[in-house]
């Protein structure tokens, strides 16, 4: 087990715990580098990326990487995954990194439909929004995929938004 962004004589006693222990493989998965190897490249992976916060830890389990932590936007769960995913040995990641919600719901719901208006003008009228707490749920209907993306990347765009539900359905112009 490995906790990124912990005083350096933390880490270098977990992985000196893990090279002394008898490295276990999960129901026959044996990963591509010992776990102290994933775990040291997971921590410079996170320390080299400006996107990825001090907030964010990662516990590695036979090649198994689960994320924690909280973050202010989407993105940087987004990065922080797959900059483990992509690192030799790692055979799974589980991403429970939270986002921290900024704003009032009235408030993300008035900034929401700002952004929809923006990026989803065709569309916008018919798309109808609901945000209880940071979650925002998207109903309605849309004339293509690209307006109900344009609708969910508008949503995401939202300082305080954790959670994009979305339930638009395509209806085909008549």
């Not at 719901?109 to 798309?127: P, Y």
Request: charge should be neutral; glycine fraction near 4%; proline fraction near 5%.
């Amino acid at each position: 087990m490995c906790l990124l962004h912990a005083q350096p004589d933390l880490l270098l006693s977990a992985v000196q715990r893990a090279q002394d222990s008898r490295i276990r493989y999960c129901r026959g998965v044996q990963p591509a580098a010992p776990f102290s190897e994933i775990a040291a490249a997971l921590q410079n992976a996170f320390e080299w990326n400006v996107y990825i916060p001090n907030t964010i830890t990662a516990n590695v389990e036979c090649g198994t990487v689960t994320l924690k932590g909280q973050v202010v936007w989407n993105y940087q769960r987004v990065v922080a995954e797959r900059a483990a995913r992509c690192l030799a040995g790692v055979v799974a990641v589980f991403n429970s990194i939270t986002l921290a919600p900024q704003t009032s719901a009235s408030e993300v719901e008035k900034q929401v439909l700002a952004a929809l208006h923006r990026q989803a003008v065709a569309d916008a009228k018919s798309i109808h929004i609901k945000t209880p707490g940071g979650t925002v749920t998207l109903t309605g209907h849309a004339c293509s995929w690209q307006s109900i993306d344009d609708a969910r990347n508008a949503a995401w765009a939202v300082p305080g938004v954790s959670e994009v539900i979305d339930q638009v359905m395509i209806s085909m112009p008549s």
